[in-house]
């Protein structure tokens, strides 16, 4: 028998990280999540900073659980940078210089923040979604605040 915790890993903007750590740490130990930037001058995360947590494992008569899938925080600090050498590598150099579609990956490279967040309850429905909305919801009322 496999078993899967909800695991989710994106790109979010900076505004909406700030968003998220207002309100996630009300979820833990439920929840843990992982945001870093490109340079890692904006790193947080509320496990442990170097145990990693089982993702997927499986669980077969007489032999031991297997764990296949990990997140884990050291990976992905290293992972990080391929992640975002992939925006300008792989993705800005399709275009010409100074275009916008150039321009937006690079505002992408430089000022999101690369994230990940685990349900680690299994046996009950998934919540990550939920904290989602609550995150794009915080990040609406702030900026509806501020034009006014």
Aim: aromatic share 12%; hydrophobic share 40%.
């Amino acid at each position: 028998m496999e078993y899967f915790q909800a695991y989710l890993e994106c790109f979010i903007s900076k505004e909406d990280a700030i968003s998220l750590l207002e309100i996630v740490d009300q979820y833990y130990p439920r929840i843990n999540y992982h945001i870093i930037n490109h340079d890692g001058t904006f790193d947080h995360m509320n496990g442990e900073p170097t145990t990693p947590i089982a993702v997927t494992w499986g669980v077969f008569p007489g032999a031991e659980i297997a764990q296949p899938t990990v997140v884990d925080p050291l990976a992905f600090r290293a992972w990080k940078d391929e992640a975002y050498d992939t925006w300008i590598k792989n993705w800005a150099n399709l275009y010409p210089k100074d275009s916008l579609s150039r321009n937006v990956i690079q505002k992408i490279h430089d000022d999101f923040c690369l994230m990940n967040v685990v349900d680690n309850d299994f046996q009950k429905p998934v919540i990550i979604y939920e904290i989602l909305e609550k995150m794009l919801e915080r990040t609406k009322q702030r900026n509806s605040s501020v034009k006014e």
